[in-house]
């Protein structure tokens, strides 16, 4: 592991050498042509750069970074051949080139990102955005040249040798910084939000807006290739801006592997610069080989060509240590046990005629712990929902905390102190065990850009979770590696590394087995009766609620039936009938 | 009824992702019989079913049917050779009509008059609302409707998912009369999932319990089975 | 009254285009980006069935029947793999585009081809003179429309398909075969696209690449209509409408992106409302 983790780095370092290497001597050695063609190319590298980090590592297909990148070249010519090219013009051009794609960036991203949108929608977003710009381009008149572009406007003196050199030093300023980012604490961030949006809002981190900014940071970039296209080429053309030429990018990208930042940029060089010297030959036999060898890419090697590489060298992280922060005898205080903390008033809940809850009446405090019983479709999870998601549409209201969380999405409801374990397990799937435990710390401890941490301190009773269920000791290991029930308790450690006041369970010991069940009982009895969390727990196992409850509430058909203490529910003759038949209660 | 086993679960465990919410689970239905298979919430009867019809696949074990393998036949493929299923979960396409329902346990319109005679005799009713959607029925109506198309093919292996879940006691007992006769006249083999125990134990020859997906005691109906099964189920 | 029958037949247009795309949408949950590439294989049906100095009619079974073919095969081995991926089949689907393209273009070149109308002339139309062909456009969706509520209400398949789009595992449940549900339904959908590519040769020109503008509208017109037949035709008549005002009052170019801006809003502000309606 160690060992391979060296080679890599050494790889790495090797080849950003050879990159310098040929980018300082590249124009000794090349022609004009290929020069020429190896400045497109790599500026092509740098959208397909955008693109991997969009939709390889976030999981966001984008056919717009076209329509970013023709903005940024349409608005450095514009400026160039409308005002002028005295320096302080060139440098206007550049700003705008990068100021406007990130403001229409933040605009595609408003649009295309927020509570509830689906990646089909973003997709879909993303391929009217060219669409626009083009024809605002063809409609533009003298402005923006119509259709046939512009072209005749002065650029940076810097002739060909110059351009070369100043687009490969981007380029590789741009990966390296890339592969850095990826690699570091917050940019796993973006793999957290592609294996699962869901858990990383129920994190209390907003994905939306985290994809927003990517999205405005990385219009930006595209804007820097177009300003870089503009004076390299000396021409901008609506094509720049288009729906295809945006899939083209896409096209590269999975080529040369999605998810790696070496990959798309290679493939991009390579591609774009075969097409140019294989062009004048075979015009259209050369895209037809590009577009089958994508469709096979896509069905059989969806990694691209870099997994052939990659599977050589799995991703190791350093030797991660857990480290357990003091535990404050009480998160909530003993004195305010008596504090409501959740309350929910005649809620009720319908999916179109069917009512699943009906006017329920429930007060929590912190140090309970409460457990919903009743048969399938009594509406537990449902409730659960509508405790952990303000925007559900419900009836009546739900107040933690001193606050009524209608209206808020899941991450808001989090920030009042709800954590929230689903009933299945709901980590990250190509992380490691440390990696998750590192994103549901993002709330309390800013990750660092540039690093990747060795040492992830946690709450105290999280580290507990880890401590009893062995988990401690696999801090490195891929979670995809673990059993049901480590998974199962490293989401609840995950949860409970929130430091919720409250936290709501969904079956936590579904497909148990029977010591897991016990060590999972005596944690959450710890972690309420002595730490002073309030829990509200959905179980079917009612050995385990009678073990490890406070109090127990009875669900059938969406109204609460009962609400005891564990002996007045479990001697009750309403539970024995809805349990031994068909009760109509 | 004969002691040839109609349905045999040899050792099959299955389950969603990486987990087995069924374990090893070996059991045998004979020809003719009613079995009730009961059991709590979550503790895999649902999945069992599926399991059988190739819904999910089995990661260990293997189902067969009149004593030959059913390996890698396609759902469509077990339900075209005579099983019904009367599903649980979402059991019913609610915007579509009675008659369209009843029309889809078929592959083709050409028995369907005949198979919607056989189960007019059983639920009149419908006969009179065909054009009604389903959605529209009221909970009661809706379960006899779906064991109304699970009949429709004239099963000889009928699986049940807890029929009697939310109803009346008096459709309940009209649901045990169906099965009973069903049972009876046709020599159908009937596997019935269910929670509801006074329900089950009145129609069912024998029964088994399970318990996080595996068979925890079985026997044949007698009088002390409800207080053993109850037992069992304890709370 | 020009501009109200050009509002009509556009929208008729717009949903001829639109409906195989639907059609695959709602049963297979996949988009088809192939859908320009089929179109275009429609249309060259009709520039070879000009060609070779056949009844220009011929073109459309001869269109459906090898637009259903090649659907077939991408469902059996591009679409199916990638079920459950449905991101990467739009991009397995995208490449398939290109490569009928230019297989197209290797084979017919580069150049604008024309064909012979199926029809002709004008005709009166309340006073006003209107394009013979735009007006048996309308009659052309019109008869799919019909044809697919009759399909679906009317036959097995039909049913099959409904019952696939409403509760696919309940579907399965039933003993349907979803497999050869999925797979007719993309050879009637691929079919269909052809078909609308011939119907649409007289009215443009036919180069390779002509499919893919109108893929990006009918892509969006689905997106909004959901998986109902009835949603796409009002969805087509009220963006069609804006697209007909738009073009004729403002600027044909910016007609041109009426359709997509405004189901893009839409889908933003009201992603449901046109499913209800």
């Known amino acids: 592991m160690r060992d391979s983790q060296k080679l890599r780095l050494f790889l790495l370092v090797g080849l950003a050498v050879v990159a310098l290497l040929l980018v300082v001597f590249g124009p000794a050695v090349l022609g004009r042509f290929s020069l020429n063609v190896l400045t497109r190319s790599m500026i092509y590298a740098m959208l397909a750069l955008t693109v991997d980090l969009l939709w390889g590592y976030t999981g966001i297909l984008t056919f717009g970074q076209a329509a970013f990148f023709g903005v940024g070249a349409y608005a450095t010519a514009m400026v160039l051949m409308h005002i002028g090219a005295s320096p302080s013009l060139l440098l206007l051009a550049f700003v705008a080139a990068i100021i406007v794609p990130v403001v229409l960036g933040l605009i595609v991203g408003w649009l295309s990102f927020y509570h509830g949108s689906t990646p089909l929608y973003a997709t879909v977003i993303s391929l009217v955005v060219p669409i626009v710009m083009t024809q605002i381009v063809f409609s533009g008149g003298v402005w923006t040249g119509s259709s046939s572009g512009l072209v005749g406007y002065d650029v940076l003196p810097l002739g060909l040798t110059g351009f070369f050199r100043l687009t490969g030093f981007c380029l590789l300023v741009l990966a390296v910084l890339a592969i850095v980012f990826v690699r570091s604490d917050a940019g796993r961030l973006l793999v957290a939000i592609r294996d699962n949006e869901a858990r990383v809002a129920y994190l209390g981190i907003n994905p939306a807006r985290v994809k927003i900014l990517l999205t405005a940071t990385l219009a930006g970039v595209a804007g820097l290739a177009g300003f870089l296209y503009a004076n390299a080429s000396g021409v901008v053309a609506p094509e720049n801006t288009g729906f295809v030429f945006g899939t083209e990018i896409v096209v590269w990208t999975a080529l040369g592997g999605r998810g790696t930042i070496i990959g798309p940029v290679l493939g991009a060089i390579g591609i774009d610069y075969l097409s140019a010297s294989l062009s004048g030959d075979l015009p259209f036999l050369w895209q037809l080989v590009i577009g089958g060898l994508f469709v096979v890419m896509i069905i059989v090697l969806p990694g691209g060509l870099a997994s052939l590489v990659t599977r050589h060298f799995p991703r190791g992280k350093g030797q991660q240590s857990l480290k357990a922060m003091p535990t404050t005898a009480d998160a909530n205080g003993t004195d305010r046990r008596e504090d409501v903390f959740v309350s929910i008033e005649n809620l009720g809940k319908s999916y179109g005629s069917l009512a699943v809850l009906k006017g329920i009446n429930l007060d929590i405090r912190p140090g309970e712990l409460v457990s919903i019983v009743g048969p399938n479709g009594a509406g537990k999870t449902t409730m659960m929902r509508c405790l952990s998601d303000g925007t559900e549409p419900i009836e009546g209201t739900v107040t933690i905390n001193g606050h009524n969380i209608a209206g808020l999405a899941p991450e808001g409801v989090v920030s009042l102190g709800v954590g929230r374990k689903f009933q299945v397990a709901s980590i990250f799937d190509t992380m490691t065990v440390a990696e998750c435990l590192r994103m549901a710390r993002l709330r309390h401890v800013t990750p660092s850009f540039t690093r990747s941490e060795t040492e992830i301190a946690l709450p105290g009773p999280a580290a507990e979770i880890l401590q009893l269920t062995g988990i401690a000791e696999i801090m490195d290991r891929p979670v995809s590696l673990l059993s049901h029930g480590q998974r199962q308790a490293l989401e609840l450690a995950m949860v409970v590394a929130l430091e919720p006041k409250l936290i709501l369970l969904d079956e936590p010991t579904a497909g148990l087995t029977k010591a897991e069940r016990t060590t999972i009982g005596t944690v959450l009895k710890t972690l309420t009766a002595k730490l002073g969390f309030a829990a509200i727990l959905v179980e079917h196992d009612l050995d385990f609620v009678r073990d490890i409850s406070s109090r127990i509430v009875v669900l059938h058909h969406g109204k609460l039936v009962l609400d005891g203490t564990v002996e007045d529910v479990i001697h009750s003759e309403i539970v024995r009938t809805i349990y031994s038949g068909g009760a109509h209660v | ?235 | 009254m020009t501009l109200l029958l050009d509002i009509i037949s556009t929208a008729a247009i717009l949903f001829i285009v639109a409906a195989g795309l639907l059609a695959i949408f709602g049963v297979l949950k996949i988009i088809n980006f192939a859908h320009g590439a089929w179109l275009t294989v429609g249309a060259y049906c009709a520039v070879v069935t000009t060609e070779l100095g056949l009844n220009p009619w011929f073109a459309l079974p001869l269109a459906f029947i090898l637009g259903a073919l090649l659907g077939g095969l991408t469902e059996r081995f591009i679409v199916r793999p990638l079920y459950r991926r449905p991101l990467d089949a739009i991009l397995a689907t995208w490449g398939l585009g290109i490569v009928i393209g230019q297989l197209i273009t290797l084979w017919f070149g580069r150049d604008v081809h024309f064909t012979t109308a199926l029809m002709q002339g004008t005709v009166d139309v309340l006073g006003t003179s209107y394009s013979f062909y735009r007006l048996f456009a309308v009659l052309a969706a019109l008869a799919i429309g019909l044809g697919f509520a009759f399909l679906l209400d009317g036959t097995r398949l039909g049913l099959s398909a409904q019952a696939v789009i409403m509760n696919e595992a309940l579907a399965r449940a039933l003993g349907i075969d979803t497999e050869k549900v999925r797979l007719a339904t993309f050879m009637a959908g691929a079919g269909l696209a052809a078909l609308a590519g011939v119907l649409l040769a007289p009215m443009t020109s036919v180069d390779p690449n002509m499919g893919v503008p109108w893929l990006t509208g009918a892509f969006m017109l689905v997106m909004v209509a959901g998986t109902s037949f009835g949603a796409l035709a009002v969805a087509c008549l009220l963006f069609g409408a804006a697209q007909v005002v738009v073009s004729t009052f403002l600027s044909p170019i910016l007609g041109g992106i009426t359709v997509a801006v405004l189901c893009a809003i839409t889908l933003r502000i009201r992603p449901k409302w046109f499913a209800r309606a």
Not at chain 2, 39 to 46: H, I, L, Q, R, S
Not at chain 2, 91 to 101: K, V
Not at chain 2, 138 to 162: F, N, T, W
Not at chain 2, 206 to 216: F, M, P, T
């Open chain 2, 1 to 235: 009824m004969s002691d040839a086993a109609k349905l045999q679960l040899n050792g099959i465990s299955s389950g969603y992702g990486a987990v087995d919410v069924i374990n090893e689970v070996t059991l045998s239905v004979r020809s003719g019989e009613i079995f009730a298979l009961m059991g709590k919430n979550g503790m895999g009867k649902t999945t069992l079913l599926k399991s059988i019809l190739g819904l999910i696949k089995l990661t260990r074990g293997s189902v067969a049917v009149d004593e030959k393998s059913i390996a890698g036949r396609k759902p469509s493929e077990l339900i075209a050779c005579g099983i019904g299923y009367a599903p649980q979960e979402q059991p019913l396409f609610q915007d579509l009509s009675i008659r369209d329902n009843l029309r889809l346990a078929l592959t083709s319109d050409r028995k369907l008059a005949a198979a919607q005679e056989r189960v007019y005799g059983y639920f009149p009713f419908l006969k009179e609302r065909l054009s009604q959607k389903a959605g529209t029925l009221s909970g009661g109506e809706q379960k006899m409707l779906i064991l109304a198309r699970a009949l429709m093919l004239q099963p000889k292996l009928l699986l049940i998912d807890e029929i009697s879940e939310g109803l009346q006691p008096s459709v309940v007992s009209k649901i045990a009369d169906v099965l009973k006769h069903e049972a009876a006249s046709n020599g159908t083999t009937i596997l019935l999932v269910e929670q509801n125990l006074d329900f089950a134990l009145s129609i069912a020859d024998r029964w088994a319990v399970l318990k996080l997906g595996a068979i925890d005691d079985q026997d044949t109906n007698g009088p002390d089975s409800r207080s053993r099964v109850l037992q069992h189920l304890k709370i």
